[in-house]
């Protein structure tokens, strides 16, 4: 499960619909520990694919560094990460999969370690999102909570 405050998810939102038509990306940062993860913030982060950003995203790792440390700061952690689909539905492709932590890592399996969250932005205008964790080499939907 994902629980999120409704204001971290308008700030995804809002991120998503400035980056369309590319992808936009970033991190979440919540309370260390889960599953369940808990989403007090988001910081945005630069997609440097410039070839494939309507599709693809590489979030620029100066960004996340400094959502670390901002996070550290807060005595927060990064606890996932978000990213848009232009002109797509919110699932989790095979790509998100084999570029996701975990999956990276390869086996033998890490548990759960990150909530992935994906929003749809169709014709400029951000939809639905749907959070996913990676176990076992696969992605599986969790729900949403928004608090």
């Given at each position: 499960m994902l629980n999120m405050l409704?204001?971290?998810h308008a700030l995804v939102g809002r991120h998503a619909m400035e980056a369309y038509p590319h992808e936009g990306c970033g991190l979440?940062?919540?309370?260390?520990?889960?599953?369940?993860?808990?989403?007090?913030?988001?910081?945005?982060?630069?997609n440097l694919d410039t070839e494939?950003?309507?599709?693809?995203?590489?979030m620029d790792p100066a960004d996340r560094l400094?959502?670390?440390?901002?996070?550290?700061?807060a005595g927060l952690a990064v606890v996932g990460f978000?990213?848009?689909?232009?002109?797509?539905?919110?699932?989790?492709s095979r790509t998100d999969l084999e570029r996701s932590e975990e999956y990276q890592w390869g086996e033998p399996w890490v548990p759960p370690t990150?909530?992935?969250?994906v929003v749809s932005v169709r014709d400029g205008i951000a939809g639905v999102s749907k959070a996913f964790l990676v176990e076992d080499g696969a992605s599986r939907e969790v729900p949403i909570v928004f608090v």
């Open positions: 409704a204001s971290a979440l940062l919540g309370p260390p520990g889960g599953p369940p993860w808990r989403v007090t913030q988001v910081r945005p982060a630069k494939r950003a309507r599709d693809r995203y590489l400094a959502a670390e440390e901002a996070a550290r700061a978000y990213h848009s689909h232009p002109d797509h539905d919110a699932y989790f990150y909530a992935y969250l």
